[in-house]
C-alpha cells in the first residue's frame, strides 16, 4: 500500500478498492470497456478480426471461469466437466425460452440453477475425493451429461432467438457486447464479495487445511457442495448468455476441449485470484485470435502446407499453458502484482 495509508476500521482494510488512485483506474476502465464498441470497427480494419465478438466471447467466458476459480483456485477442487455444465445452462435457456415462452432472464436464471443442480450431485464424490481421483469423476460427468443431451436432443442442437427484455430487444452485436458485460462484471463482483465473507473464509480454509478447518468446526462436505453449486450456476449462467448470444447451441461446442480449456484460463490468470480469471481469458482468447494474422499470411505463402499450420494456434495455446506451469506457477496475476509492486517502491524497490 502507499506510504502514509492507514486504515482505521476493519471496513477501509476489507474495501475492493481502497485508493483513490485506484479507484479513478477503475473507472477509466469501466469507460473504456463501454466505450469499446465505438472503435471496435476501426481495429477490425487493422487486424480483420470481428474484434466486437471476440470481446463478447471473452465476457462470456470471465463467467464461467470465475466460477471454476471458485471451485479450483479457492476451494481446491479441480474439475474437468464445466464444459458440461455450460451446455447444460445453454440447452435449458434455449429450450425454456423458445418452447415454454420464457422471459430470456428467468431462462438463463433458470440454465444456471439447473446447472448448479447438476453440480451439486457430480460433487458429492469430493468429500472421498480428491485431486486426480475427483477430476477423474468430474471428467466422467462431462461424458454423461453431454451424452444424455444429445439422447433427448436428437439434432443435438437448439435454435434461439433474441433475448428481450421489457419490449428492449438485445438483436445487434453492440447490444448482446453490453449485456454480456454486464454479467461478467456483475459475475467478478459477487466472487470479490463472496470470498470476503464468513463462507469464502471458509471455502480457503478447507483448500489449505481441509483436516485442520474440520477440526475448527468447518463442514468439508457442506462447502465442497456449496462451492460445487456456486460454481456450476455461474457456468450455467454463462451457457446461457452464450445461447443468446449465438442464437443457437450444440453440443459439439462445449466437449471435453472447453473443460480443459477453462481449467487452462484460471492456471495461467492465477489460481486463487478475483483478477485471475480476467488475464487468463483475456490473454488466452487474443491469443487463440492473433495467431489466425499469421496463420491466414503464412497459408497464402504456403499453401501446400495450409493442413499443418492450420493446427498452429492450438500447438501455442498448449504450448502456453506448459511454460505458464513451470515458469509462472502463480499466473498473470502474480506477474502483474510483482510489476505494480516495482513501481510503487521504485527507485527504492530493494
Same mark, same amino acid.
Given at each position: 500500500?502507499?506510504?502514509?495509508?492507514?486504515?482505521?476500521?476493519?471496513?477501509?482494510?476489507?474495501?475492493?478498492?481502497?485508493?483513490?488512485?485506484?479507484? /479513478?483506474?477503475?473507472?477509466?476502465?469501466?469507460?473504456?470497456?463501454?466505450?469499446?464498441?465505438?472503435?471496435?470497427?476501426? !481495429?477490425?480494419?487493422?487486424?480483420?478480426?470481428?474484434?466486437?465478438?471476440?470481446?463478447?466471447?471473452?465476457?462470456?467466458?470471465?463467467?464461467?471461469?470465475?466460477?471454476?476459480?471458485?471451485?479450483?483456485?479457492?476451494?481446491?477442487?479441480?474439475?474437468?466437466?464445466?464444459?458440461?455444465?455450460?451446455?447444460?445452462?445453454?440447452?435449458?435457456?434455449? =429450450?425454456?425460452?423458445?418452447?415454454?415462452?420464457?422471459?430470456?432472464?428467468? &431462462?438463463?436464471?433458470?440454465?444456471?440453477?439447473?446447472? *448448479? &443442480?447438476?453440480?451439486? #450431485?457430480?460433487?458429492?464424490?469430493?468429500?472421498?475425493?480428491?485431486?486426480?481421483?475427483?477430476?477423474? *469423476?468430474?471428467?466422467?460427468?462431462?461424458?454423461?451429461?453431454?451424452?444424455?443431451?444429445?439422447?433427448?436432443?436428437? *439434432?443435438? &442442437? =437448439?435454435?434461439?432467438?433474441?433475448?428481450?427484455?421489457?419490449?428492449?430487444?438485445?438483436?445487434?452485436?453492440?447490444?448482446?457486447?453490453?449485456?454480456?458485460?454486464?454479467?461478467?462484471?456483475?459475475?467478478?463482483?459477487?466472487?470479490?464479495?463472496?470470498?470476503?465473507?464468513?463462507?469464502?473464509?471458509?471455502?480457503?480454509?478447507?483448500?489449505?487445511?481441509?483436516?485442520?478447518?474440520? =477440526?475448527?468446526? +468447518?463442514?468439508?462436505?457442506?462447502?465442497? #457442495? !456449496?462451492?460445487?453449486?456456486?460454481?456450476?450456476?455461474? +457456468?450455467?449462467?454463462?451457457?446461457?448468455?452464450?445461447?443468446?448470444?449465438?442464437?443457437?447451441?450444440?453440443?459439439?461446442?462445449?466437449?471435453?476441449?472447453? %473443460? =480443459?480449456?477453462?481449467?487452462?484460463?484460471? #492456471?495461467?490468470?492465477?489460481?486463487?485470484?478475483?483478477?485471475?480469471?480476467?488475464?487468463? /481469458?483475456?490473454?488466452?482468447?487474443?491469443?487463440?485470435?492473433?495467431?489466425?494474422?499469421?496463420?491466414?499470411? !503464412?497459408?497464402?505463402?504456403?499453401?501446400?502446407?495450409?493442413?499443418?499450420?492450420?493446427?498452429?494456434?492450438?500447438?501455442?495455446?498448449?504450448?502456453?499453458? #506448459? +511454460?505458464?506451469?513451470?515458469?509462472?506457477?502463480?499466473?498473470? %496475476?502474480?506477474?502483474?502484482?510483482?510489476?505494480?509492486?516495482?513501481?510503487?517502491?521504485?527507485?527504492?524497490?530493494?
Amino acid at each position: 500500500m502507499p506510504c502514509g495509508l492507514f486504515f482505521e476500521t476493519y471496513e477501509k482494510d476489507e474495501a475492493i478498492f481502497q485508493t483513490t488512485f485506484l479507484r /479513478v483506474a477503475m473507472a477509466a476502465f469501466a469507460v473504456l470497456l463501454l466505450a469499446f464498441p465505438f472503435f471496435s470497427d476501426w !481495429l477490425s480494419g487493422l487486424t480483420n478480426l470481428y474484434w466486437l465478438g471476440i470481446m463478447t466471447h471473452i465476457c462470456i467466458f470471465v463467467l464461467g471461469a470465475q466460477g471454476l476459480n471458485l471451485l479450483t483456485g479457492f476451494t481446491g477442487q479441480i474439475s474437468l466437466g464445466h464444459g458440461a455444465f455450460m451446455a447444460v445452462g445453454a440447452f435449458t435457456a434455449g =429450450v425454456l425460452h423458445m418452447d415454454l415462452g420464457w422471459n430470456f432472464l428467468l &431462462a438463463i436464471l433458470a440454465g444456471g440453477l439447473m446447472a *448448479a &443442480a447438476l453440480g451439486m #450431485i457430480f460433487g458429492v464424490p469430493s468429500l472421498r475425493l480428491r485431486g486426480l481421483y475427483l477430476a477423474i *469423476a468430474t471428467l466422467a460427468a462431462q461424458i454423461i451429461i453431454i451424452w444424455l443431451l444429445r439422447g433427448v436432443f436428437e *439434432a443435438g &442442437a =437448439v435454435e434461439v432467438s433474441d433475448a428481450t427484455l421489457f419490449g428492449f430487444s438485445f438483436d445487434t452485436d453492440q447490444r448482446k457486447y453490453y449485456l454480456c458485460l454486464f454479467f461478467a462484471a456483475l459475475g467478478t463482483l459477487y466472487l470479490k464479495n463472496l470470498m470476503r465473507t464468513r463462507t469464502g473464509r471458509a471455502f480457503v480454509a478447507v483448500r489449505d487445511r481441509y483436516l485442520s478447518a474440520e =477440526v475448527i468446526g +468447518v463442514n468439508l462436505f457442506k462447502y465442497r #457442495i !456449496l462451492s460445487f453449486g456456486i460454481s456450476s450456476f455461474m +457456468v450455467g449462467l454463462a451457457g446461457g448468455l452464450w445461447a443468446f448470444t449465438e442464437n443457437a447451441v450444440t453440443d459439439e461446442a462445449f466437449g471435453v476441449a472447453l %473443460s =480443459v480449456k477453462y481449467l487452462a484460463y484460471i #492456471i495461467v490468470g492465477g489460481l486463487g485470484q478475483v483478477t485471475g480469471a480476467i488475464f487468463g /481469458v483475456t490473454f488466452l482468447e487474443l491469443l487463440h485470435w492473433l495467431l489466425e494474422v499469421p496463420t491466414d499470411a !503464412l497459408s497464402r505463402i504456403f499453401p501446400n502446407i495450409f493442413e499443418k499450420l492450420a493446427s498452429l494456434r492450438e500447438i501455442v495455446f498448449g504450448l502456453i499453458v #506448459i +511454460v505458464f506451469l513451470i515458469c509462472e506457477p502463480d499466473g498473470l %496475476s502474480a506477474r502483474w502484482r510483482t510489476i505494480r509492486s516495482y513501481w510503487k517502491l521504485w527507485p527504492f524497490s530493494y
